[in-house]
């Protein structure tokens, strides 16, 4: 069912998909990757590779550390599985296109976020 979600969003935000992996991890394989790739030495709950080379539809590699996913669903008070879901959606967001550096791209990923939640909660839960 959530495949099926995921499937949706691409579809919705006219993206065409060719394959999509989602990698879930420990914040220190998570950390080790964004040190690695992207020079970052802090902690994250997700990294997302486009991996796509000028093909026709996306490549991508999702990397989700578990640990960091508890800890900012515990500082919502929301679920684990609530929390997952929204960094699952937002992975696949930035791979439609979407950013989240700038207050209003932060505040429009947010807004698709959401928009993706509720829609799986509707369908599925």
């Known amino acids: 069912m959530l495949k099926l979600q995921i499937e949706q969003l691409f579809i919705k935000e006219r993206v065409v998909l060719d394959s999509l992996s989602y990698v879930f991890c420990s914040d220190e394989y998570l950390l080790k990757i964004n040190r690695e790739f992207l020079n970052h030495d802090f902690y994250t709950d997700i990294i997302t590779f486009d991996l796509s080379e000028k093909q ?6 999702i990397y989700i550390s578990l640990d960091r996913v508890k800890e900012n669903a515990a500082g919502l008070g929301i679920s684990f599985s609530e929390e997952l879901l929204r960094v699952l959606f937002h992975g696949a967001l ?3 296109g979407y950013r989240d550096k700038k207050k ?4 429009e990923m947010r807004k698709k976020e959401e928009q993706y939640l509720r829609l799986y909660k509707k369908q599925f839960a």
């Open 56 to 61: 026709v539809g996306v490549i991508g590699e």
């Open 104 to 107: 209003a791209e932060i505040m």
């Open 94 to 96: 930035h791979l439609c």
